[in-house]
């Protein structure tokens, strides 16, 4: 299964992005996909991820600011990322969890003060 994620960038503070990231290859369409985001020497943290049913969950630090969506008939995820931070640079994983976790190879999100 092939993640690939894009839509990152350099943007200002305050500014937008929207990350996309379309999954190809054989999997069950059944799970849940998200997004996940690292900076150096620092885990890799939950950012938001969305069910097939359209059930979200955010990061604290995200609420209200970013927006997860799906799109099924694409294999598509989706993050628009609104009133960006400084501390929201990072690098943006996309995720499937279904019966197997894929992940895909980051998209460099930085966000200028």
């Known amino acids: 299964v092939q993640l690939p994620g894009s839509g990152g960038g350099l943007v200002q503070a305050g500014g937008s992005l929207r990350l996309s990231c379309a999954a190809s290859?054989?999997?069950?369409?059944?799970?849940?996909m998200g997004w996940y985001r690292q900076t150096p020497g620092k885990q890799r943290d939950l950012v938001a991820t969305?069910?097939?049913?359209?059930?979200?969950n955010y990061a604290g630090s995200v609420k209200g600011r970013f927006i997860i969506s799906r799109d099924d008939a694409k294999n598509t995820v989706y993050l628009q990322m609104n009133s960006l931070k400084s501390e929201d640079t990072a690098v943006y994983y996309c995720?499937?969890?279904?019966?197997?976790?894929?992940w895909g190879q980051g998209t460099l999100v930085t966000v200028s003060s």
């Open positions: 995720n499937y969890q279904g019966v197997r976790v894929y």
């Open positions: 290859g054989r999997f069950d369409h059944l799970g849940d």
């Open positions: 969305i069910s097939r049913y359209g059930a979200t």
